[in-house]
């Protein structure tokens, strides 16, 4: 089982940064791919941004230059860095694992954290 632990976001002014990091713990070395989804209020949850154990990065073409995703501590923790923050960016943020273990798939997400853009 893997379990997700979100910190960071919170209220970022238009134009300005945020990070959010993403920690997994329980059985890490089944997840193929960490990342993170955002849910505005009255729109489905998206991609923002993904990358896989190996490394391969995929980004929502709405914040294709201005986020970068890193994975640290061998690949049970991924941060999300965004610039030029915009006011279409205020959401939820979700934290998602995905893999297998023992052949069964699993789809683990961490509880969301706000980010609220305003000056």
């Known amino acids: 089982q893997v379990r997700l632990a979100e910190t960071g976001g919170g209220l970022v002014q238009p134009g300005g940064s945020l990070t959010l990091a993403c920690a997994a713990s329980?059985?890490?070395?089944?997840?193929?791919?960490m990342g993170w989804y955002r849910q505005a209020p009255g729109k489905s949850r998206e991609l923002v941004a993904e990358?896989?154990?190996?490394?391969?990065?995929t980004y929502a073409e709405s914040v294709k230059g201005r986020c970068t995703i890193s994975k640290i501590n061998a690949g049970t923790s991924v941060n999300l860095q965004m610039n030029g923050v915009k006011p279409e960016d205020a959401a939820v943020y979700y934290c998602?694992?995905?893999?297998?273990?023992?052949?069964?798939?699993?789809?683990?997400w961490g509880q969301g954290t706000q980010v609220t853009v305003s000056p």
């Open positions: 990358m896989t154990i190996g490394g391969t990065a």
């Open positions: 998602r694992a995905f893999g297998a273990l023992k052949y069964a798939p699993f789809d683990a």
């Open positions: 329980g059985t890490t070395f089944s997840i193929n791919a």
